[in-house]
């Protein structure tokens, strides 16, 4: 079993930044897919990043040039920088791990994250 615990979320107004942490305990975390996804109210989950063991990343459009996902395989972390913040990037944010051998997918807890006009 996978386990992933969020922070860095909160509080901030339009055009500010915030960077979000996931650290992964349980698995061998280089070798999974790592993303973040979102929901806000009213609203499904969406993937918003993601990045795979190569390196590769992908990205939402609406996130695209403003948010970067990083990840730190020595601290088992994954990050989401996200700059230029929008209200319409109100949501809770979610990490996820997903193992493409073992077909298995992991959720952390969520972290809020508000932007203010």
């Known amino acids: 079993q996978v386990q992933l615990v969020e922070s860095g979320g909160g509080l901030v107004q339009a055009g500010g930044s915030l960077r979000l942490s996931c650290a992964a305990s349980?698995?061998?975390?280089?070798?999974?897919?790592m993303a973040w996804y979102r929901q806000a109210p009213g609203k499904e989950r969406e993937l918003v990043a993601d990045?795979?063991?190569?390196?590769?990343?992908n990205y939402a459009d609406s996130v695209k040039g403003r948010f970067t996902i990083s990840r730190d395989n020595a601290k088992n972390t994954v990050y989401l920088q996200m700059d230029s913040l929008k209200p319409e990037d109100t949501a809770v944010y979610y990490c996820?791990?997903?193992?493409?051998?073992?077909?298995?997918?992991?959720w952390g807890q969520g972290t809020r994250v508000t932007v203010s006009s």
């Open positions: 349980g698995g061998t975390f280089s070798i999974y897919v």
């Open positions: 996820n791990a997903r193992s493409i051998i073992l077909r298995r997918a992991y």
């Open positions: 990045m795979t063991p190569g390196g590769g990343t």
